[in-house]
């Protein structure tokens, strides 16, 4: 399974940005999906989660103003971002539970994507 995301971008502080993550393969199911980030000399943290019915998760400095979304038809995961602030500069990862198979064989993973640059200038 490959997931594919986008979105980044640059933006001042106050603005907003949507990502997307779409997976994309021989997709049995999918469980938890997730967006991770890290940011230059710290380590990958976890911004916000959403289980396959729609129960949400997210890291303390996410909360109010990030917002998780899935559409289960499309296997895509959403984080729409809202009042940046220049320390959620990051790359940020999509990340999915999956369950694919591969020539006959079934194949339970977690797989991340490429990741996308989100800078926010102040």
């Known amino acids: 399974v490959q997931l594919q995301a986008s979105g980044g971008g640059s933006v001042q502080a106050g603005g907003s940005l949507r990502l997307s993550c779409a997976a994309s393969?021989?997709?049995?199911?999918?469980?938890?999906m997730a967006w991770y980030r890290q940011a230059p000399g710290n380590q990958r943290e976890l911004v916000a989660s959403i289980t396959s019915g729609g129960s949400t998760n997210y890291a303390d400095s996410a909360k109010g103003r990030f917002a998780i979304s899935r559409d289960n038809a499309k296997h895509t995961v959403y984080l729409q971002m809202n009042s940046l602030k220049p320390e959620d500069t990051a790359v940020y990862y999509c990340?999915?539970?999956?369950?694919?198979?591969?020539?006959?064989?079934?194949?339970?993973?977690?797989?991340w994507g490429q990741g996308t640059l989100v800078t926010v200038s102040s």
């Open positions: 990340s999915a539970e999956t369950l694919g198979s591969f020539g006959g064989t079934v194949v339970a993973a977690r797989d």
């Open positions: 393969g021989s997709i049995l199911r999918i469980d938890d």
